[in-house]
């Protein structure tokens, strides 16, 4: 599948379509890349040939395993917001291989509308009963209250024996190492 095909719909939620990523989400891509409010927990912004990179190694991931950062689209407009999605974290000094990870992110102009919970809670269905996935992870910098409190609202719980300090943030962002780790297994959110 390249990013000229038509979109393969993963899930849908009231909202929102999840989907994988098509040629005219370049421009949403490369802007949440780019957005200093969007990237504040990041060590680094990317160009738009960096997004450009990325974005189709994420569809090459979606494609290949079926897994990866899925874009969301808003169903009442077709509009791109961000992404949602489910991946193998590759980090093997801090994770085991099978290791999969929730994640997310959204251009500003749609945060405070509840998607990203919308979306991760469909996900969290989706990795547990079509995916026999029996464990998810999620982290973020110490200090991103914004996405630990999605964590929190989608049931997942502090797994404070797993905190790290990120590998590939630079000893020159110090603020930006430490990472909390939230986890989900079906057992527990009771599905």
């Known amino acids: 599948m390249t990013l000229n095909e038509p979109p393969l719909i993963i899930l849908d939620t009231p909202r929102l379509r999840v989907r994988n990523w098509v040629e005219s989400d370049r421009d949403l891509f490369r802007e949440i890349n780019s957005d200093p ?3 504040e927990f990041f060590p680094f912004r990317r160009s738009h ?12 991931s979606i494609r290949d395993t079926g897994l990866g950062f899925y874009a969301l689209e808003l169903k009442h407009s077709d509009e791109p917001i961000g992404f949602c999605g489910l991946s193998h974290p590759n980090m093997p000094e801090i994770f085991p291989a099978e290791t999969v990870e929730i994640g997310w992110r959204l251009a500003t102009r749609f945060w405070g509308n509840g998607y990203v919970t919308e979306a ?3 996900l969290l269905d989706f990795a547990f009963n079509e ?3 029996p464990a998810l992870l999620a982290f973020a910098v ?3 209250h914004r996405s630990t409190a999605v964590m929190k609202r989608i049931g997942m719980r502090p797994w404070p024996q797993m905190d ?5 943030v630079p000893d020159t962002h110090p603020h ?11 057992d527990f ?3």
């Open 37 to 39: 409010k969007v990237m």
């Open 142 to 144: 110490e200090a991103n």
């Open 164 to 168: 790290f300090d990120h590998p590939r």
């Open 120 to 122: 991760a809670r469909a």
């Open 49 to 60: 040939q960096e997004s450009d990179a990325l974005l189709d190694k994420l569809n090459g």
């Open 189 to 191: 959110l009771g599905r």
């Open 131 to 133: 995916k026999a996935i």
């Open 176 to 186: 930006l190492k430490r990472h909390v780790v939230y986890a989900a297994t079906a």
